[in-house]
């Protein structure tokens, strides 16, 4: 269940770095190796398997094993699956030159259908100026690439992605605002709608949660992934809640193997409004009436 990075070097040959794959509960993680982080068990180690494909020039039979793998720790590009894996890298590191996309960076074609895996998170490589690169949230962001493995995904299919971050704030024309949208700053802000503010200025601005609760905006790409039992209403985030609000809202989070769960907000007192996430009903802090 783990995967071998590889790159052509400048004789043609194949080098290999073994990966291992390794396991805390149910989340499968792949890793350089050579050994596993704290608390984490090691599944296997493929430097064998990495020496087999040294040897085997047609390679067929051990490319559909290395496929195999791929799909067994979760190394899939959903929405593109007929892309080529070709490594896990660091979510946040800068990415070495012997992994993932970048091992393609001399093969423009074979980069344009492939991709690597940065922590839990898919990502289609792309050719970008002599090199291959993973299409992560920075480059999405710019707008250099969309994610093909996880295109943004807005709720009204009639708006145009337009980056991560601020990609609102560049659009200067009402028309041009109120058709896109962007991705927030976070993972838990999600798609936001674009809208066109004329209460202090005429400026385009992404609907986010706080725009939301003043009443500025409807954020329309946005829809729960799970109910809530109580009779809450649902919010894309707590903290920009008062007090009284906050008791009547609820949210969605991610536990720590990226389910999905929802979640009751509560008041932390000088900490305002926040969600009552596994941790804090655990403590406990507050009940999740979801």
């Known amino acids: 269940m783990a995967l071998v990075l ?3 070097t400048t004789a043609g040959m194949r080098e290999a770095q073994a990966a291992i794959v ?29 020496t087999a494909r040294l040897l085997d020039t047609a390679g067929s ?33 800068p990415t ?5 996309c970048r091992t393609l960076d001399d093969d423009p074609v074979a980069c344009g259908a492939a991709f690597e895996t940065g922590g839990r998170k898919a990502r289609s490589c792309f050719p970008y100026a002599g090199r291959c690169l993973g299409c992560d949230d920075s480059y999405q962001g710019d707008v250099a690439c969309t994610n093909a493995c996880e295109p943004p995904d807005c709720k009204d299919a ?17 028309a041009t605002c109120e058709a896109a949208f ?19 200025s005429a400026q385009c ?19 729960p992934l799970v109910q809530c039992r109580a009779p809450l209403a649902w919010v894309p985030n707590c903290f920009a809640l008062s007090q009284q609000a906050c008791g009547q ?41 979801c």
Not at 185 to 193: F, I, K, P
């Open 158 to 174: 009639t708006l145009k992605f337009v980056g991560s971050f601020d990609g609102c704030q560049h659009l200067t024309t009402q």
């Open 6 to 8: 590889l790159a052509t």
């Open 96 to 100: 070495p030159r012997l992994a993932g």
């Open 205 to 223: 601005f992404a609907c986010d949660a706080y725009q939301q609760h003043m009443g500025h905006c409807t954020n329309a790409c946005a829809v």
């Open 61 to 93: 039979a051990l490319e559909a094993r290395l496929g195999v793998l791929a799909n067994e720790v979760g190394a899939v590009c959903a929405s593109a699956p007929a892309r080529r894996f070709v490594g896990s890298v660091p979510p946040t590191a």
């Open 22 to 50: 390794c396991q805390r509960k149910s989340r499968v993680t792949l890793r350089p190796g050579p050994r596993c982080m704290r608390k984490e068990q090691l599944v296997a180690d493929l430097g064998a398997l990495a």
């Open 182 to 200: 962007q991705l927030g700053g976070s993972t838990e802000d999600g798609a936001l709608a674009c809208y066109w503010d004329t209460s202090q």
């Open 249 to 289: 809202s609820w949210q969605e989070r991610d536990d720590d193997e990226g389910h999905r769960y929802p979640t009751s907000c509560y008041w932390g007192g000088p900490f305002g409004c926040t969600s009552c996430t596994l941790d804090s009903e655990f403590f406990p802090q507050c009940e999740n009436r």
